[in-house]
């Protein structure tokens, strides 16, 4: 059995925002990778995750089906197939049998040491098992508050992420603002300049349910001049116009944003009365 893959060159093969991408990687990584070591075992669970982020769930779930011992067993592996079922269960609208692969997951990183793969469990079992949802998260947060490892480190800015978003759709607005300053923290240390534009976003969006719009506005203000044409920052300036009693700036920007936003099939599809509500703030604002 060879060596597991190293941490960086799986970072190097992925770029989650083109899963196709990330797939033509795999597959070619997967031609130098021994038959029937860690290496190669690992690779086609990542493959398998690329592929099923582009909806390709029978595909995704031949690929896991095609393990056998002793390859399945190593640790790290057994990990990481059962991460990978129960993200593919989860996306596919099936969070109540992920769960179950997500706690073999866990457990099974906590005893191998992989404090990484076991951040990355608690953090799937907060989205599917949402009962407890804020308990799975601070359990990871405990984690990577512990850890020594830069790649474990980078979890914390998602998780407080996830947790704002959490606090905010319960109406804990001043809570959501709390862990959005955390996410900006732990993206400024670890994270992407997006990853950083995203967070300035978010805390600028649990301002705006604090009423606290001048605020808010500055902030998104300052995002527009570093990109211009962001729907979603748009969006927020056409509300934040409107509520500071500036209804031609709003319906200015209300355009723009249904316009770029309009455009996005995904928001389209599942964010269509905000879209609607753009387009009503375009006319009468």
Not at 243 to 262: Q, V, Y
């Given at each position: ?15 989650f ?12 990584a ?23 982020l ?19 067993e ?26 179950e692969?997500?706690?073999e997951?866990?457990?099974?990183a ?9 951040v ?28 020594t ?5 980078r979890w ?31 993206y ?5 300049v ?10 600028a ?18 995002l527009?001049?570093y ?10 300036l056409?509300e ?46």
């Amino acid at each position: 059995m060879d060596e597991s893959l190293d941490p960086q060159v799986l970072d190097g093969l992925w770029d989650f925002d083109d899963p196709a991408g990330s797939e033509a990687r795999f597959r070619a990584a997967l031609t130098d990778a021994p038959a029937g070591g860690t290496r190669r075992a690992e690779l086609c669970t990542q493959l398998a995750r690329a592929v099923g982020l582009q909806g390709r769930y029978d595909e995704a779930g031949e690929l896991l089906d095609g393990f056998e011992p002793p390859t399945s067993e190593v640790p790290i592996v057994r990990v990481r197939l059962a991460l990978e079922r129960g993200r593919l269960l989860n996306s596919s609208g099936e969070p109540v049998p992920a769960i179950e692969h997500f706690r073999e997951a866990l457990s099974t990183a906590q005893s191998a040491g992989e404090e990484f793969l076991e951040v990355d469990a608690a953090h799937m079992l907060a989205i599917a098992d949402r009962d407890h949802s804020e308990a799975w998260t601070q359990q990871a947060l405990r984690t990577v508050a512990g850890s020594t490892d830069p790649r474990t480190l980078r979890w914390a800015g998602s998780l407080h992420n996830n947790a704002g978003w959490s606090r905010h759709d319960t109406g804990d607005y001043a809570g959501a603002l709390a862990e959005f300053e955390a996410a900006l923290a732990g993206y400024l240390v670890h994270g992407t300049v997006e990853q950083v534009r995203f967070a300035r976003w978010a805390v600028a969006r649990a301002l705006r349910s604090l009423a606290r719009f001048d605020e808010a506005l500055e902030i998104q203000l300052r995002l527009s001049g570093y990109a211009p044409s962001d729907g979603y920052v748009e969006e927020e300036l056409a509300e934040l116009f409107l509520a500071t009693g500036r209804p031609a700036e709003a319906r200015e920007h209300a355009a723009a944003a249904a316009d770029l936003l309009g455009a996005d099939g995904w928001f389209a599809e599942y964010e269509s009365g905000r879209l609607e509500r753009l387009r009503q703030l375009a006319r009468t604002a």
